[in-house]
């Protein structure tokens, strides 16, 4: 009798754990890309920028908006799409130094939309920026 609640044990786990990781397995598929396109910046409009300090120092900034196209081909609604990319100065230093998500986008409807990123700049980084390797990709249902 002892094997038998050993084993009803040892399958309930199982069972368990399998139920887990299929739980894990569908938010990975659930990872929907959106292509981006037009992908641009211009500065910050007078009201966005006042009082921009460099991120984590007292440094002065330079304030600029990202902006461009989410396409997204799913037809249905992506939620919590993360935009990830490269930026660098006139001189090819990294603008957001460790840093490759660069913000998000709350939804992005089916078909073409613009969006749009704040981003600070150290005062001292020349420009013109270059973006590069910019991607993004969010889910097809709500993240809990």
Known sequence: MGTMVFRSIVTGVLVAMLWL?????L???ALTPVDLSDVTYK???AEYAEGMVAAGSIQEANCFLITGKAINRSGKPVLDVDIFGR???ANDNPVMQNRGRLGGIPEVPPGESDFELRISVAANQPEPLKLKQFKASGFSAKVR
Do not use: K
């Not at 990781?21 to 397995?25: A, V």
């Open 27 to 29: 938010a990975a598929e």
């Open 21 to 25: 990781l299929s739980g894990w397995g």
């Open 87 to 89: 930026i660098f100065d």
């Open 43 to 45: 500065p910050c409009p």
